[in-house]
């Protein structure tokens, strides 16, 4: 039954400009520091931040700029119409693979930090585990369903970091923000690098666009929805790097949440912040691991169109899990993260830049 | 049995000398009166409150018969009204008398029955539905016409104020357990010509009034066309009480959300309505239910409309916290104790560890004794007498939490974490939100059990999830907050000023969206 009109299949460019922040914003900010901070020195990260997160802003301009050209097409069929039918629908199952592997990821980038500092006894396999049935849960149920726990989530997990933010306004020390730009160019580059890969996920805008019922407004919110993070991102890691200093952050495995280690907070209402603070940053790591999953069960279903979407989502989910779980420990997940990291930039950067150049080219639009 | 229920069929297909529908019952009527009155009398099986009365018209030859239920029917309006208008109105009138029988039903119809509801029928089923659901038949010799006097007027309870929602500040008055007292206080609250009250007959046996009220221009079309069809599916043989009207057209029978809010309250189905929402008041139960609905709707209550904005918009943010409380604190102290004991301040964790010492039982098994402890109490303060009831309250909570505390069971700590969190569900002002609260308190401490904030974490994602999924009438349950009407927000955790409020909710996607002019009339 459909009475009302924004309680079908459809949704606004609101819900895209939230995706977008809530699948950048996941696992990504709490090495952030620590890996840009190794590639720079003194406090220069922040503009390899501002670098790389003004070239992922550019590339989800793109993204969104060629998805919004052929409104309600999926993936597939505007691909196909581009590259032909066969490469498409190979496209497209890759694209799946990469979503698949990066919703494996962060399940086990959780259940790892979980581990850390939730609690030591539970082994890594059951936590990820649970993780993983409650994606899951997400995603059999409808799509819309999924970007609309964005609308939910987002805000309360923006508050729970400027929190964290003020909170450390107490420790942070100016001095440990010098030198200031005495890195060499290579530096920041390699450090943008860096950057750029805590900035992916907005790949899944190339699946969720054809949902979108004013296409035309999705650009502007893509990148508005991009710049969230970036900002966030930054401010982060100059308050990660007043409240260490570079030597220290440089050591710390997850210097974020570390720094909510320090946090006291007023009238001591309650102690240890990071468990809280992580508790909250869960709901944005689900956020990115539901959308990824469900963006790749759509695609794999543009592609086999007769399975059933929720047979889909209990196929798919042991393999997700056992490749989550694959990597035997923290060093070989870094490794798998990189890697993912790498199919990002292919899927989320060289692809849509190519298929946008080929349907500038040869004057292909989709009949809006 | 099957047999006895044969023959007693049979026999009735023996006497009865008519044609019969499939159930065995007559439908034709005769111009004949006694053939008629034995007809009823059979179908019926001459219960004790079936009055019958032959006599004759006035001064005439003719004669007439009526039919009613005692205790049905307003005796003093069948015996003044119209017994003795139809012995001498139409003697008293000076216009020649009738001759025939088609003629004097005309005159009695016209001008003898002082009765404002006169219907005609000519079938047996008709005027049996009309008999039994209180009104009188008046048979006349020589024609198969009956005349059919709404005469309904049984022992009704009065208005009382609504024991489920009282209120500080607000109109006094509840729905009854008398439809048409309800329709008219809908009526009363909204003079609009455009207000509608859909009548439909719901249930095989009962053949209860059900009405469906909405104000045609504002209420959005499609969906009072989807409640409709959903009414229309209902087949039961019995609907005691709206719950079953409730649970038949719900949206999913899964959840354990209420998508339909039930309310005794006047002011509250006119406040729906008046946003585009419809009412559904069913005869026989003071239960009006309120739909679409969606999650913030239960958080309100006519309440924060009548205080000023200020207090409105603080008690709103006090529920929500309640709200919040009610499904999480015993997980949240189950977590913390279980998993988690650095994150309470060290002055607390020592103290509730000294409270702790001696208790046998882990945290989870504490909370779990003590809620369930909770839910007997409520369960049989609700049984008990109503003086019983507050003995009760402080047997159960006073002496049995303190025996239960000085006997090490449990320790002070989680009787005062169980008494806040019964407080807080009791500040939901939905009874069915709330139990709802209390059945989801359980998965929350299994889980915060378990896995400690994690699994909490995990459980507010699970609540979320099924919310943004959940629909009321197309409605998703989630709305205002996600898909997110901002303007909508005005009256969502804050209730703004009235003349903020300018809009009806846009989530309703009314037909007429202003509800006043901005600044008022000039």
Sequence with gaps: MKSFEYGDGEIGSREILYAVSSVVIGVGIFTLPRTVGSATMGSDGWVSILLGGLVALLFAWIVAKLASRFPRQTFLEYTATLVSRPVAIVLTLLLAIHLMQFTAYEMRVVANISKIYLFDRTPVEVIGLLFLLVVVYAVA???????????????????????????????????????????KWTGYIQGAKETVFAFLGFEILLIYIAMANQPEKVPKAAVIGMSIPILLYSFVFIMVVGVFGRTAMIQLVDPTIEIAKEVEVPGQFFERFESLFFTIWIMTIFNTASLSFGASVIAIRSVFPKIKRIWLVFILTPIIYLSGMAPPNLIRNFEVGTWIGYSGVVFAMLIPAILLGIAKVRGIKGNA | MFRMLGRQLTKKQNQLETTEDTHGFPIEIFSDIEKNINNIRKILESPSDLTTRIFTIGNTEHRCAIVCIDGLVDSRLVNDKIIKNIQLGITSSKKSVPSSAEDILTELENGVLSSGEIKKANTLDDVMLAVLSGDTALFIQGTDQVILIGSKGWATRSVDEPNTEALVRGPRDGFTENLRTNTTHIRRHIRDPNLRFETFTV?????????LTYIDGIANP???????????????????????????????????????????????VSAAITQGKVGILLDGTPFALIAPITFGNLLQSPEDYYERWWVGTFLRVLRYLGAFLAVFLPGLYISLVSYHPGMIPSKLAFSIAAAREGVPFPAVIEALLMITVLELLREAGIRLPKPIGQTIGIVGGLVIGEAAVSAGIVSPVMVIVVALTAICSFAVPSYSLAITFRILIYGMMFLA??????????GYIMINIHMVNLKSFGIPYSTPFAPSFYADWKDLIIRAPIMMLGKRPIMMQVDDEERMRKGGKS
């Design chain 1, 141 to 183: 149920n409808s799509s819309v369903g999924l970007l609309r726990l964005n609308l939910l989530f987002l805000p309360i997990v923006l508050f729970a970091a400027i929190l964290l933010l003020l909170m450390n306004i107490g420790y942070f020390e100016p001095e440990n923000l010098k030198p200031v730009f005495s890195t």
């Design chain 2, 203 to 211: 249930g095989r046996r009962s053949k209860k009034d059900l009405v």
């Design chain 2, 222 to 268: 499609d969906m009072v066309g989807e409640v409709k069809r959903r009414i229309k599916t209902i087949d039961l043989d019995d609907v005691p009480e709206s719950g079953f009207i409730e649970q038949w057209i719900e949206d999913s029978f899964l959840s354990p959300f209420p998508t339909l809010s039930p309310t005794e309250r006047p002011d509250k």
């Design chain 2, 449 to 458: 059990a378990g896995f400690g904030l994690f699994g909490l974490i995990l």
